[in-house]
């Protein structure tokens, strides 16, 4: 289709119609050579095609590189027929410049400044060419440089500021205690600033994060708006923990959510799950979190409105297989989210061991390909592209309902934590990094040159800030009595203390049961179902029959009237695990497959109109990922019955 393709291509395939068609053939002839002209357009082409895939080599995303990456032999000339001498041909420009032709010198530059700048993007395996095209689209135009507003640009430096200095106020007041400070990769967040804002002009209205302990104080005040106060009470020798449903943690594993009004003025919620020291062990328990409030919201089928967003380290993501396991969920029906923001705080070392030890891929994000996952590699020392990069994120997110990772590409300051001394393994890496400003000041005194904003303002600033911050720390220490610190955090969703384990009447008339019993035994009208299943379901309905005392009940029947029962007052029940629509050993069948047609068919959801939801999903053969989604499932949803089958067998 003439019509899909830019101008030049199109008159491009049409003189390779045209050539083919003067091409004659007989069996003693060899067919005529391709024209050097139509050979060169091709050149040209996989040229292109070459810097979409691998200009990330070249990208400079390193901020702590000792030299400029070399040039990768995918991307050198002679592979595609081309000498020095070329440079100034005239070639078919492909979209990419106005015209359509130009020198060959003019498009490697345009390549070269859109592929090998400081934004690294790999997207040509993503088996989505609607995706593929829409980046190239997006990107190609705006030679992947952001173009951001004045009021952008301060957001950024505000967002910089708030994650800079209250870390150095931390390092100043509470020497020594562990924080695992975010230092280094303050970037994190303005990225999740932008995750927000744009999240929220696109739809989304929640946001659930998952991340591991580096930076977590520092999400909890600038993104959740955790108050100071609270956080630097939990540094203080008085700190009592409410430990109230196993909420009594270390300050860097604690969850909170809150209500936030963005500067756009719309409001969204923001949850932070708890997290244990078990690294990325809460990736599956945010999807299943996301997936519960979906069905709740109605949005099931668009997954437009609620959103997981899943913090890695570079080591964590790369060597945890819990990884792995959740990202199997990301395509799976009892699973799907509708897509995930992967941020990967790339500080380029786990605890002390370096990459090379640590992973045998060339990138910590590579996983991301066995799923088709788009990967923007970032540097922490270009702010603005971050941000770019994130938008585009959430675009493809919105719009494709896919994966998307972000990797930060960053340094650590200190240690492992702030008392570990790291110059006992990396002492060159960390006399570059003890030389190094802040992110912080690079990009406030970038602004001042732009003129976006003034010296003065900016100081002053940052000084109002540094005051609240003491403002806040003695307020906390001229408190009377220490507060506990958790907020809005923990998951009792309002209940009192004394109300949360009342018993409950489980019993059921048994005329009830019997009526139930009916309705998952009845075969639909011109369903074929299996022979051997038909006496099952027949053999239900006898042990309900005659005297309810005499009754046997097998397994399967017990399980199908309590599921009924609770479906039928309107109770959503969810079930999964590997087999656990058959069940392992054949005895439970809430699914009925067609003999004839196989189609699927599930009898407790066909009890009566206004039953309860039933959902009942074969997982894959994992155990630790679908586990932890259904346990965060239950957490969002907790007056749902929701029941992970561990296989035996």
């Not at 030299?67 to 100034?88: Q, V």
């Not at 106060?229 to 700190?239: H, K, L, T």
């Not at 799907?336 to 045998?360: C, E, M, W, Y």
């Not at 009566?608 to 957490?635: C, H, I, T, W």
């Amino acid at each position: 289709n003439p019509a899909s393709v830019p101008g030049s291509w199109a008159a491009y395939f049409a003189s390779v119609d045209s050539a083919e068609g003067q091409i004659n053939h007989s069996p003693r002839t060899p067919a005529a050579a391709p024209s050097p002209a139509l050979t060169q357009d091709h050149r040209v082409f996989n040229l292109i095609l070459a810097y979409r895939a691998y200009g990330h080599l070249r990208a400079k995303v390193n901020p702590i590189a000792t030299h400029t990456p070399s040039f990768p032999y995918e991307l050198d000339l002679s592979r595609f027929g081309f000498k020095e001498r070329d440079l100034g041909i005239e070639v078919p420009t492909g979209g990419l410049l106005p015209g359509l032709t130009a020198p060959l010198k003019d498009i490697i530059a345009v390549l070269e400044e859109t592929y090998c700048g400081r934004i690294g993007l790999e997207y040509m395996d993503l088996q989505n060419p609607d995706m593929e095209t829409w980046l190239q689209q997006e990107i190609e135009p705006k030679r992947f440089r952001p173009r951001l507003t004045i009021d952008q640009k301060k957001m950024i430096l505000n967002h910089l500021n708030k994650s800079e200095l209250f870390e150095s106020f931390l390092h100043t007041k509470y020497t020594g205690q562990k924080r695992f400070s975010l230092e280094g990769g303050e970037t994190l967040i303005p990225i999740l600033g932008a995750i927000l804002e744009t999240g929220s002009e696109l739809g989304l209205s929640e946001f659930y994060i998952g991340m591991a302990h580096r930076g977590r104080l520092n999400v909890l005040s600038n993104i959740l708006n955790k108050s100071y106060g609270d956080i630097f009470s939990e540094f203080e020798e008085g700190y009592i923990p409410d430990s109230f449903e196993g909420s009594g943690d270390v300050k860097y594993h604690k969850g909170f959510k809150s209500q936030r009004t963005l500067e756009s003025g719309r409001e969204i919620s923001v949850h932070l799950a708890a997290n244990p020291s078990h690294l990325e062990a809460v990736n599956p328990l945010v999807q299943g979190q996301v997936r519960a409030r979906q069905i709740l919201m109605g949005d099931e089928r668009t997954q437009q409105k609620a959103i997981p967003i899943l913090i890695h380290g570079d080591a964590a993501v790369a060597g945890q297989g819990i990884v792995y396991e959740t990202l199997q969920l990301c395509h799976l029906p009892g699973y799907s989210v509708g897509g995930t923001i992967h941020v990967v705080v790339n500080n380029q070392i786990g605890f002390t061991t370096l990459p090379k030890d640590a992973r045998s891929t060339r990138y910590c994000t590579d996983i991301a390909k066995s799923f088709g996952a788009p990967v923007f590699h970032v540097n922490a020392e270009d702010p603005e592209g971050c941000v770019y990069a994130t938008n585009l994120a959430l675009e493809l997110r919105q719009r494709f309902h896919t994966d998307v990772f972000i990797e930060l590409n960053c340094w650590r300051k200190y240690g492992h934590n702030e008392s570990d001394e790291p110059a006992y393994t990396q002492p060159l890496e960390y006399q570059l990094i003890n030389s190094k400003r802040p992110v912080r000041e690079l990009y406030r005194d970038d602004l001042i040159h732009q003129g976006v904003v003034e010296r003065q303002v900016a100081e002053q600033l940052e000084e109002e800030f540094k005051a609240s911050l003491q403002a806040a720390l003695d307020t906390e220490r001229g408190s009377p009595s220490q507060k506990n610190g958790n907020g809005k955090e923990g998951a009792s969703n309002g209940k009192n203390r004394d109300l949360l384990f009342q018993p409950v009447a489980t019993a059921v008339p048994l005329q009830t049961l019997k009526e139930i019993c009916a309705r998952f035994s009845t075969v639909p009208e011109g369903f074929t179902i299996n022979r051997k299943l038909k006496r099952i379901v027949e053999q239900r309905v006898e042990m309900l029959e005659g005297d309810a005392g005499k009754a046997s009940i097998d397994w399967g029947m017990g399980e199908h009237l309590a599921m009924a029962s609770l479906l039928w007052d309107g109770t959503h029940v969810r079930l999964s695990g590997q087999d656990s629509r058959r069940g392992t050993f054949s005895q439970r069948h809430a699914m009925w497959v067609d003999q004839k047609l196989e189609r699927k068919y599930f009898p407790l959801s066909h009890l009566k109109e206004d039953q309860g939801r039933f959902d009942v999903f074969n997982s894959p053969l994992s155990e630790y990922a679908v586990m932890g989604f259904d346990m965060g499932y239950s957490l969002a949803n907790p007056e749902a019955l929701v029941m992970w089958e561990a296989q035996f067998g």
